[in-house]
């Protein structure tokens, strides 16, 4: 049975721009990793990486603004968070086979637990996009 113990938590802003992603994605597989959830890394990766190409292709105004990745991992699930600057709601299309792009939302849908929107925090500008992925043991 995994046990965490307590609750774990981190931060990061990074600035919104496309070369940032390789940083980003690392940084959650080597959390992860240290807190012994190789059982949803690769999900929960993948995830984050669809989520940060959004908020930089879709609710950046430039490579000043900054996304704010919060990762929250109890002992029953981890909640990647993902705050911009635009108050725009992310909106799921229908997938075109046949597009380069438009496919994050459905990818994100499809690999979480459940996922959603939330206003953003009461200093803050913007929205706060987010997945959940339960906890499970090692395989």
Do not use: Y
């Amino acid at each position: 049975m995994i046990s965490l113990k307590r609750s774990r938590l981190v931060r990061l802003a990074v600035p919104a721009r496309p070369s940032c992603a390789a940083g980003v994605r690392r940084t959650v597989a080597a959390h992860l990793a240290r807190w012994d959830l190789s059982s949803i890394a690769d999900d929960a990766v993948l995830a984050t990486d669809e989520l940060f190409a959004n908020a930089v292709r879709h609710a950046s105004a430039g490579p000043a603004d900054t996304i704010a990745v919060t990762l929250e991992c109890s002992d029953r699930a981890l909640r990647v968070t993902l705050a911009d600057p635009s108050p725009a709601q992310p909106r799921p299309r229908a997938v075109d086979g046949t597009a380069e792009s438009g496919r994050g939302l459905a990818i994100v849908a499809a690999l979480a637990d459940d996922w959603g929107t939330d206003p953003p925090d009461a200093d803050d500008v913007g929205k706060r996009v987010w997945f959940s992925l339960a906890v499970r043991e090692p395989t």
